[in-house]
């Protein structure tokens, strides 16, 4: 899955140009309308699936009630077991909404054991300690039987859960659930799953079948999986089915054994409501050129939502094939993973389009199904058919994306040398989707920004299609064909994707300058990983919160950067490709973890890189990365390595270790790759070969290829700021900006002083290439900002004026119009100085950018404006009254997204208070401007002064309503907190954040993202009291 702000990060756009992640809120639907009286079905008279050898389906389960009479419930009479064995009781158990139900169904509720021992009469204490006996006893047998997960190297134990989880939960009927556990027991495996869906897109319900046809691996009494606010009708097993809600876990008990290879399948009929968010089966709408409004259902399930459209076993581990059904009006189509393998007309005027049998083993959240009227262009990558379907009146804008495709999907069946296994790939533009695009397996779904470019886009424009489009092309391979066994190694998927997705680029399209966008990503990857709150790579993962928050920067920028050390780190470019490829071939179609990864890359590197294993378990068990200091004698230059790690409490150390292919460029040879030397720090420090006297200065981490930081010590750090005021050119602008990226974060960790910071940004006034320019600019404005929300009103001017000062030649070069044949890299630059300009109301950056936008406007959109501009012109045309309003007017008119999210972030950034109110009340409230621009819209109005206090307030206020539409622990809340708190810098709101977080409860207290925001409130507090007085000094 991609946000495009962790695959298509822009820096000139925004560092967050879409925050936006998939996410899967909890929206409670009410399922009244389907009660009705199911019956019960044998399953072997279904004529959907192979009659089953009847001795194979031995078992006649009547209910067992063993596990529940067994824990100390009631014993039942007759009539009242054959009523619970009832499939009527089916359907009843997802039906219970009482009060208490709903309450229990937050994700962070834990439920109390389920009898208590207090006050005991002699006879409630042999219940008790039967009870806890037989609890012990079931503990164990939970955790030795189904836990065990055989593979070729014996019993693996998948479900680690600590003791205090093994309390059985009480499941909707009222019952103990049989199944303590997050993670489902491995006992049954699915091997292929049925559906049939007849959605009804007028009165946003849908019904379906579900038959699962499964193996029994071990022995067992219970079948679990998942299902989530789906009102199930009727189950082909005459034997009591509970659900547990907050695990959306429904059990089929048995009072005989499954045998070790026994198939069975279970047939289970239900219905539910097309979801109001973005996940599940849900609804999505658009109005059309002329007016009408259309109405479409779409899915998104990753990570946890395939269990709100079909029952079923929903971890990637449970892996199966997948035969879809769906019907339709005929004035629409569906689309599905597969092929469409035949239509047949229905006696109720509707179509069934059935698709070709999944050929390959696919994880539950790669499933996807779409119903809609959409229009499509097709082009052929040898067997595979590629189309891009977008709404019809959109159509036009597909073409970049077909030809971009195509172009990756030939360079990626090439470089895996595994040839994309479906007979088609369709690349589909959604007008209703959070994340930025998700890749289901034949079928990948976008945002309209992320896949729809317009005649007139802009390169960079461009840019963010091919980057999304490259990530979601390589997730066919990594992720799909190889996936992660749980949610703890999703860097697996995602951090290769990223990767891919800028290695890619590189070479299929090298005019899009992807690698400024890479190094970008890659710094702030490190900022985010330099707080005390971040966490390791690979990291246990036990709730649905935590599955939510493992989309974070560490999954796919710090996931992408370490794989990108690693190939640095090895001799030539195909070592690291070799070993891809071994990993791929020898795991196609199965899950792995991250030592599966190093092991299959050991046997590739075995004679260059031995301890492939050991260098890189280094960087994905543990969290954060490592300082390394440079301290020279002469011709002996030491190296130390200590964890970087920016905290406010001072005293904090740890003795992490990483093991850190080191390299270095000196002043006699700095430019060219083979400059590049290479050495092994794997201990605290370490001596470099030695240097001759003469070598000036030397630079590590060339190229800023490998994930750590460089402090140069006072000697060191003069050596290059001198070197560099003599000639900028001496260093590659990687490592121009690696410096300026370094010795910032130094400085925030009180390395340096902030004096050094601006010794080096001395030699920017010769400096012309992108990165440093875009790194030195996104630096300075933290700090501009930080000083004007505290209104430290002469230090911002001064600080405006010293900037201004030091990038005056350039902006002045800035043109503003659109040049023939400009670099991507070019457009960036521009963009991000007159952003700049602009908004330290430069005279002549305001005046252009206001001329800019009434030619626009008076020659009624005819004449353009650049692309890489259009932002800037927008925001400096909001902060007047009129031309606000004339802004929201072609808002709401413009058809092109990616023109109309700059429009937006235009309005957002107005400085007048009712407004801000208004277009934050607008964006919850969804309509003109769709919820899924929320974080956006949050995002923007935090960067001015006059909204961040307002945001604050507002998240305060509306949090229920926020986490209804964005989970907890979601990238969109993630991205809410990060924005509205980052500017904080004094106790006051110190306190403010804490309290209101706390007080929070299961509503969200326990996310990582308020951890980072109260460590990031500190450490701005603390910076602010130890560099007030030197910025007075030196600005
Ligand atoms: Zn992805």
């Known amino acids: 899955m991609c946000s495009l702000a962790l695959c298509a990060f822009h820096l000139n756009q925004s560092p967050t140009e879409t925050e936006n992640r998939a996410n899967l809120p909890r929206n409670m639907i009410e399922n009244s309308m389907f009660e009705e009286e199911p019956d019960v079905v044998d399953l072997a008279k279904d004529s959907t699936f192979p009659a089953l050898d009847p001795d194979e389906v031995a078992f006649e389960p009547r209910s067992s009630r063993l596990l529940v009479r067994g824990l100390g419930q009631h014993d039942m009479d007759e009539d009242e077991e054959d009523c619970e064995s009832s499939a009527r009781l089916l359907g009843m158990s997802f039906m219970n909404r009482s009060a208490a139900h709903r309450s229990s169904s937050s994700p962070y ?84 799953y049925d559906l049939t869906l007849d959605p009804d897109l007028d009165n946003m319900t849908f019904t379906g079948r579900t038959v699962i046809s499964m193996s029994v691996l071990h022995n067992t009494k219970l079948i679990v999986l998942h299902s989530s606010h789906l009102n199930i009708t009727k189950a082909t097993f005459k034997v009591g089915l509970e659900g547990y809600k907050p695990r959306q876990q429904i059990a089929v008990k048995f009072s005989e054994e499954l045998k070790t290879g026994q198939y069975c399948v279970l047939t289970l009929d239900y219905s539910a409501n097309l979801s109001h968010t973005y996940d599940g089966f849900y609804n999505s709408s658009y109005t059309d050129t002329d007016g009408n409004k259309r109405v479409l259902a779409a899915t998104q399930f990753e990570p946890l939502a395939a269990r709100k459209a079909f029952p079923c076993f929903d971890e990637p581990s449970f892996k199966a094939t997948f035969l879809i059904r769906i019907s339709r009006k005929p004035t629409y189509l569906t689309l599905s993973n597969m092929p469409q393998a035949k239509s047949t007309p229905l006696l109720n005027g509707l179509i069934q389009d059935e698709f070709e049998k999944t050929i390959v083993n696919m994880s539950t959240y790669l499933v996807a199904f779409i119903v809609a009227n959409f229009t499509p262009i097709s082009s052929h990558v040898s067997e595979t058919q590629v189309s891009v379907y977008s709404v019809p009146d959109k159509k036009e804008q597909t073409d970049y994306a077909l030809d971009t495709a195509c172009k990756l999907l030939e360079f990626y069946n090439d470089f895996f040398e595994i040839t994309y296994p479906l007979k088609k790939l369709d690349l589909v533009a959604i007008p209703d989707f959070l994340a930025g695009a998700m890749e289901n397996w034949g079928l990948i779904t976008f945002r309209e920004t992320s896949l729809l470019v317009g005649k007139q886009s802009s390169n960079l424009e461009k840019q963010v299609v091919a ?186 150390q740890t003795s992490s270790l990483w093991n850190i292919p080191v390299t270095y460029v000196t002043d006699n040879c700095s430019l060219a790759p083979e400059c590049r030397q290479m050495f092994n720090l794997k201990t605290k420090s370490g001596t470099l070969n030695e240097l001759p006297e003469s070598v000036k200065w030397l630079k590590l981490n060339y190229r800023n290829t490998g994930f750590y930081i460089v402090d140069y010590g006072d000697e060191g750090w003069a050596a290059l700021i001198s070197a560099l005021s003599n000639n900028v050119s001496v260093l590659t602008q990687e490592d121009r900006a690696s410096l300026i990226h370094n010795i910032f974060a130094l400085s925030r960790l009180g390395r340096v002083s902030f004096h050094q910071v601006l010794n080096l940004l001395k030699y920017m006034s010769n400096e012309t290439q992108t990165s440093p320019v875009t790194e030195a600019l996104l630096q300075l404005n933290v700090l501009y900002q930080l000083l004007d929300q505290r209104q430290e009103h002469s230090l911002v001017a001064r ?181 509205a708190t980052s500017q904080f810098s004094t106790q006051a709101h110190l306190n403010q954040v804490e309290g209101f977080f706390s007080s929070l409860k299961e509503r969200g207290s326990q996310m990582r993202s308020v951890q980072e925001a109260l460590e990031t409130i500190r450490l701005n507090q603390r910076w602010m009291d130890k560099n007030l007085p030197t910025l007075q000094k030196w600005l």
């Open 109 to 192: 509720t834990r439920q109390a054991p389920p009898r208590s021992c207090s006050r005991p009469s002699g006879r409630t204490m042999i219940v008790c300690v039967l009870f806890l006996v037989i609890v012990a006893s079931l503990t164990m047998v939970m955790y030795f039987l189904p836990g065990c997960n055989f593979t070729k190297r014996g019993c693996q134990r998948t479900n680690k859960t600590t003791p205090s989880e093994q309390v059985y939960p009480v499941s909707t009927n009222g019952e103990l659930f049989p199944w303590a556990q997050l993670r489902l027991p491995r006992s049954i495996h699915p091997l292929s």
């Open 467 to 652: 980057s999304v489009v490259a990530h979601e092309l390589a997730h066919q391979w990594f992720g799909n064909l190889v996936t992660m066994r749980w949610w703890n190694d999703l860097w697996l998927n995602e951090g290769f994707a990223t990767y891919m997705q800028y290695m890619s680029l590189q070479t299929v399209l090298p005019q899009l300058d992807i690698g400024n966008l890479f190094l970008a990503v890659r710094f702030r990857a490190l900022d985010d990983d330099a707080l005390n709150s971040s966490h390791a790579v690979s990291m246990d993962v036990n709730k649905p919160e935590q599955v939510e928050e493992m989309f974070d920067s560490v999954s796919y920028e710090k996931g992408a950067s370490i794989l990108l050390m690693l190939n640095a780190s090895l001799p030539g470019d195909q070592q690291f490709r070799k070993g891809i490829i071994q990993y791929l071939k020898q795991f196609s179609g199965l899950n792995t973890d991250t030592n599966d990864l190093w092991n299959s890359l050991t046997q590739v590197f075995s004679a260059q890189h031995p301890n492939v294993s050991e260098m890189m378990s280094s960087w994905t068990s543990q969290k954060g990365f490592p300082l390394v200091t440079v301290s020279r004698k002469g011709g002996q230059v030491t190296l130390t390595q200590e964890h970087f790690l920016l905290t406010s409490d001072n005293a904090t």
């Open 799 to 979: 600080m405006k004026s010293y900037i201004k000062h030091q990038f005056a030649s350039l902006m002045d070069k800035q043109t503003w119009k659109e040049e023939e044949e400009e670099s991507v890299s070019k457009q960036e630059l521009r963009s991000a100085l007159l952003k700049m300009a602009c908004s330290l109301n430069e005279e002549k950056c305001i005046k252009q950018a206001r001329a800019q936008f009434k030619q626009y406007v008076e020659s009624n959109g005819t004449l353009r404006i650049p692309g890489d501009l259009q932002q800037v012109v927008f925001t400096v045309a909001a902060q007047s009254n009129e031309d606000w309003e004339t802004l929201l007017s072609m808002y709401g008119q413009a058809t092109y997204d990616a023109e109309k999210r700059k429009m937006l972030r235009g309005l957002a950034s107005t400085q007048d208070p009712r407004r801000i109110v208004w277009i934050l009340k607008a964006g919850l409230r969804g309509g003109l401007i769709q919820t899924q621009e929320l974080p956006l819209v949050i995002y923007t109005v935090c960067h001015g002064f006059a909204g961040y206090l307002f945001v604050w307030d507002f998240i305060q206020e509306n949090w229920d309503s926020l986490i209804e539409k964005f989970p907890v622990g979601s990238f969109a809340i993630q991205t809410i907190i990060k924005s």
